[in-house]
Each structure stands twice: as structure tokens, then as C-alpha cells.
Antibody, heavy 126, light 107 residues
Framework: EVQLVESGGGLVKPGGSLRLSCAAS????????MNWVRQAPGKGLEWVSS????????YYADSVKGRFTISRDNAKNSLYLQMNSLRAEDTAVYYC???????????????????WGQGTTVTVSS | VLTQSPGTLSLSPGERATLSCRAS???????LVWYQQKPGQAPRLLIY???SRATGIPDRFSGSGSGTDFTLTINRLEPEDFAVYYC??????????FGQGTKVEIK
């Protein structure tokens, strides 16, 4: 079964740090780009960050650039999000999401964000 | 920027829902995606490439459009279809923004 399981959420004070993890299983992790998407309480979806299959390309939303760092360990089938200088507006459910598939020659296949974890809640409050 | 309309759609089971997603700049059809989200659940991929249904998605869901105007149509609404729907442009150049969502509610 294809699965993504997030962990690491919790309550943190403004200015604090948190590291989210995502464990992937049931698919060839190293063949997919990966993403973090968040959803503030009662709000819509916000794309946060993406990392290519080999970590060559990394992108961030302007709202988190310079504060968040995405990384992955293909040997451990794991995705991470290091969040520093947290603000109240970072309070949200954070989803780990599978992205584009890349074949052996690096050609991308665009099938949307097709697998989502259950989410982990981050609350930034004093 | 992706703008979805209407914000809320009130319909009865069995009716057709037509949801709009308008982009501020042209979006390649390859990169236009639709998701469904029910309360307390993670989003689910419905449509990719503007018109291709994801695995397991019933054929009452269909996507169409090109350029700056895209549409998600749900024929014969089932009780389980009442949810929030998001469009997204994903795969070309970041940021890979989502629309603000359209809520389909029971009338």
C-alpha cells in the first residue's frame, strides 16, 4: 500500500523551531518529487515547498522562504521540513504529498499531487 | 493566481455541479489539477492534466478547459460528492498555487 506518514508536529512558541518528518512506503520514493502543503484552520490549501527526486531542485513559497528548509533521504524513504523562526501564521496542518514521477532518464510525468499523508498539526502560540 | 467560482454551490443530489477555475495567466493543460477535500480528511486527487481522471475516480467527474479557463463538472451528484474542491497549477514553474476552493453543499 502506498502510504505517507507525517510526524513531528506540536505546540511551539513564536520564534521557535520544529522539524517535520514524513515516512514513505509502498512506492519507489527516489523516483518522485515530494512536497509539503499546509492548511491553516478553516482555510484553503497552501503549497509550502517542493524537492525534486534527487534533491537537485528545491522551491519554497515566499511566505516561508529563508525560514523553512526541505530535505529528503532517499535511502531512508523520508522527507523532512525544518521550520525555524515560526510565526502564529504558520499554524496549520502540514501534509506530506507525493509529486511528479521521474523515469530512469529523468523525464517527468505530471500526474498531480497524487498521494497525501494524513497531516500533522503545527500550532505556534505563546 | 487561480480564482475559483462560485465560492459555494448549493445543489441537490442528482443535480449537476459546474465549478470554474480561472487563471491570471495561461496555464498549460498538463499542469491543471483538481482535488476534493472532505471535512477532517486530506485532499484527494480527482483530475490531472485538466481532463484525466485519477485512479478510482468515478466517471461522473470530468474536467475540461485550456489557457486561463478550466471547469470541473460533476454529473448526478452523489451524497459523498458534497465537499470542497480545489484547482491547482502544478508542474510548470513554482509557486504551485491552489485556488481558494469551491464548497459544494447540499441544498
Amino acid at each position: 500500500e502506498v502510504q505517507l506518514v507525517e510526524s513531528g508536529g506540536g505546540l511551539v512558541k513564536p520564534g521557535g523551531s520544529l522539524r517535520l518528518s514524513c515516512a514513505a512506503s509502498g512506492f519507489t520514493f527516489s523516483s518522485y518529487s515530494m512536497n509539503w502543503v499546509r492548511q491553516a484552520p478553516g482555510k484553503g490549501l497552501e503549497w509550502v515547498s517542493s524537492i525534486s527526486s534527487s534533491s537537485s531542485y528545491i522551491y519554497y513559497a515566499d511566505s516561508v522562504k529563508g525560514r523553512f528548509t526541505i530535505s529528503r533521504d532517499n535511502a531512508k524513504n523520508s522527507l523532512y521540513l525544518q521550520m525555524n523562526s515560526l510565526r502564529a501564521e504558520d499554524t496549520a496542518v502540514y501534509y506530506c504529498v507525493r509529486g511528479n514521477y521521474y523515469d530512469s532518464s529523468g523525464y517527468p510525468y505530471y500526474y498531480g499531487m497524487d498521494v497525501w499523508g494524513q497531516g500533522t498539526t503545527v500550532t505556534v502560540s505563546s | 493566481v487561480l480564482t475559483q467560482s462560485p465560492g459555494t454551490l448549493s445543489l441537490s443530489p442528482g443535480e449537476r455541479a459546474t465549478l470554474s477555475c480561472r487563471a491570471s495567466q495561461s496555464v498549460g493543460s498538463t499542469y491543471l489539477v483538481w482535488y476534493q477535500q472532505k471535512p477532517g480528511q486530506a485532499p484527494r486527487l480527482l483530475i490531472y492534466g485538466a481532463s484525466s481522471r485519477a485512479t478510482g475516480i468515478p466517471d461522473r467527474f470530468s474536467g475540461s478547459g485550456s489557457g486561463t479557463d478550466f471547469t470541473l463538472t460533476i454529473n448526478r451528484l452523489e451524497p459523498e460528492d458534497f465537499a470542497v474542491y480545489y484547482c491547482q497549477q502544478y508542474g510548470s514553474s513554482p509557486p504551485w498555487t491552489f485556488g481558494q476552493g469551491t464548497k459544494v453543499e447540499i441544498k
